[in-house]
């Protein structure tokens, strides 16, 4: 059981509104739940998503292009589901970034998008962010984005920089990984539905999938995972509720959201460890200030 994290502050950098939750949900909710301040920063509203409910259709990009606006009120609601109250865009009513679509579109040469922002100046919006909250932890996407989406590879370039101009030192940074031992027995669990979800034959066909030894980090979130799959019914026009997300859920066990895995990529590791010594407690060997 961790420790009351009352005056901890945690601050998280993703690309487009659900990212949050797939990849962090559970141990926002976990660190929220113990008093640390947890802040999120969304550098897109995800204009460019794949809108999966057909009655939303008319909000995609190519219809009325108002997905962008319909996605804050989705994100807003899992916030509310994770009890996260920090939950900001990057940059301001003149400066925000657009989703870029993936790498080879139209989209993705918009001057507006979030690809082509200047990184000196996504960076700087950042840094002012740090320098505000002063976080003791920022977790963010490695330098392929997690599997190669533009805005996700951006997210942690800005990140990353923003780290590095702040004049808050940021003690320790996290990037989120999945260990293919975890994808591996969710393929094979997907296979037997006649689910060819992960696109995959093995983990080792997948960019976000890493050796097991990299992943330095796992939180145990399970007791806060039925908040992290309401919050993924919140994001409707992005995940299904009879679709893939949940099917996995229920054949693997909800375990597999309520585990989340990271990589210590500054600062040091420090106990507690698990008995594979990955750290159990991002927030671990800190001293708050």
Same mark, same amino acid.
């Given at each position: 059981?961790?420790?009351?994290?009352?005056?901890?502050?945690?601050?998280?950098?993703?690309?487009?509104?659900?990212?949050?939750?797939?990849?962090?949900?559970?141990?926002?909710?976990?660190?929220?739940?113990?008093?640390?301040?947890?802040?999120?920063?969304?550098?897109?509203?995800?204009?460019?998503?794949?809108?999966?409910?057909?009655?939303?259709?008319?909000?995609?990009?190519?219809?009325?292009?108002?997905?962008?606006?319909? +996605?804050?009120?989705?994100?807003?609601?899992?916030?509310?589901?994770?009890?996260?109250?920090?939950? +900001?865009?990057?940059?301001?009513?003149?400066?925000?970034?657009?989703?870029?679509?993936?790498?080879?579109?139209?989209?993705?040469?918009?001057?507006?998008?979030?690809?082509?922002?200047?990184?000196?100046?996504?960076?700087?919006?950042?840094?002012?962010?740090?320098?505000?909250?002063?976080?003791?932890?920022?977790?963010?996407?490695?330098?392929?984005?997690?599997?190669?989406?533009?805005?996700?590879?951006?997210?942690?370039?800005?990140?990353?920089?923003?780290?590095?101009?702040?004049?808050?030192?940021?003690?320790?940074?996290?990037?989120?990984?999945?260990?293919?031992?975890?994808?591996?027995?969710?393929?094979?669990?997907?296979?037997?539905?006649?689910?060819?979800?992960?696109?995959?034959?093995?983990?080792?066909?997948?960019?976000?999938?890493?050796?097991?030894?990299?992943?330095?980090?796992?939180?145990?979130?399970?007791?806060?995972?039925?908040?992290?799959?309401?919050?993924?019914?919140?994001?409707?026009?992005?995940?299904?509720?009879?679709?893939?997300?949940?099917?996995?859920?229920?054949?693997?066990?909800?375990?597999?959201?309520?585990?989340?895995?990271?990589?210590?990529?500054?600062?040091?590791?420090?106990?507690?460890?698990?008995?594979?010594?990955?750290?159990?407690?991002?927030?671990?060997?800190?001293?708050?200030?």
């Amino acid at each position: 059981m961790l420790q009351s994290y009352k005056g901890a502050r945690i601050l998280l950098v993703h690309a487009h509104p659900d990212d949050e939750t797939i990849n962090n949900g559970a141990t926002m909710a976990l660190y929220a739940a113990l008093g640390a301040q947890v802040t999120l920063v969304t550098c897109t509203r995800g204009e460019e998503g794949e809108v999966l409910v057909p009655e939303l259709a008319h909000l995609a990009s190519s219809e009325s292009d108002q997905l962008g606006p319909h +996605r804050e009120i989705e994100l807003a609601n899992a916030m509310k589901a994770l009890g996260i109250s920090d939950f +900001r865009f990057l940059g301001d009513a003149s400066t925000r970034f657009r989703d870029s679509g993936m790498m080879g579109t139209p989209q993705n040469d918009r001057p507006d998008v979030f690809w082509q922002a200047d990184l000196a100046t996504t960076s700087e919006l950042l840094a002012t962010v740090i320098d505000e909250i002063k976080p003791h932890v920022l977790i963010t996407y490695d330098e392929i984005g997690g599997y190669g989406h533009p805005d996700h590879i951006q997210a942690h370039r800005v990140a990353m920089a923003a780290a590095e101009r702040a004049n808050w030192s940021i003690p320790k940074i996290y990037w989120n990984t999945m260990p293919k031992s975890v994808i591996a027995d969710g393929i094979e669990k997907m296979k037997a539905l006649g689910s060819d979800f992960f696109g995959a034959e093995s983990a080792d066909d997948l960019p976000f999938a890493k050796d097991d030894e990299f992943v330095t980090t796992l939180i145990d979130g399970n007791e806060y995972v039925q908040a992290k799959m309401h919050a993924m019914a919140a994001h409707v026009t992005q995940i299904a509720l009879d679709g893939p997300f949940f099917a996995l859920s229920n054949n693997m066990g909800l375990q597999v959201w309520g585990n989340e895995y990271y990589t210590l990529v500054k600062g040091e590791r420090a106990e507690p460890f698990d008995e594979q010594g990955r750290e159990t407690d991002l927030l671990a060997g800190i001293t708050f200030a």
